[in-house]
Every structure is written in structure tokens, then in C-alpha cells.
């Protein structure tokens, strides 16, 4: 179990995730959680943690099926990098 020090940020409270947490949890600066009361308990949780599993999973399937095929001549990377030039 990994643990975490509250401290001051300006006028608000923060709290510091471990490396550890941050690395196993995938979290991100900017990324929003949201807390939650329960009993004398603290819960933080993703918003969109759902969500993002599923996006992350379909975008695998994607990536899986798109490979070998092409259109027109070109490989599905042949166009991602096309489109990134505009």
C-alpha cells in the first residue's frame, strides 16, 4: 500500500500520488478524478475510467485489423502520417 502526505497548494489542500501509483494507475497531469465521501473514507475516482478502458481497447482492435491493409496503394500508416502533415 502506497502512501501519500496532504499539503498545502496556495489556499488549497493536494496530495502528491507516489510514483509508483502514478506509473501503475497510468494517471496524467490535467487528469481529472473526482472524490468521493464514504463513511470515513476517501474514494478517488476516474470520471471516464470506463470509458477510457473501452476507447483504449477498441483503438488496440483498430490498430490489430488495420495492419497488412492498404488503400489505393497506401498503408493505413501511410495516411495517418499524410493527415498529420495538414
Not at 476507447?55 to 490498430?63: L, S
Not at 495492419?67 to 498503408?75: D, P, T
Amino acid at each position: 500500500m502506497a502512501k501519500a502526505l496532504i499539503g498545502r497548494w496556495g489556499k488549497n489542500l493536494g496530495v502528491r500520488f507516489p510514483t509508483e501509483i502514478e506509473r501503475a494507475m497510468d494517471l496524467k497531469p490535467g487528469e481529472e478524478i473526482e472524490f468521493e465521501k464514504n463513511g470515513p473514507d476517501l474514494v478517488i475516482r476516474r470520471p471516464n475510467a470506463r470509458a477510457r478502458a473501452k476507447a483504449d481497447a477498441a483503438a488496440k482492435r483498430i490498430v490489430a485489423r488495420s495492419r497488412g491493409q492498404s488503400l489505393g496503394g497506401l498503408s493505413i500508416r501511410d495516411l495517418i502520417d499524410e493527415g498529420r502533415k495538414y
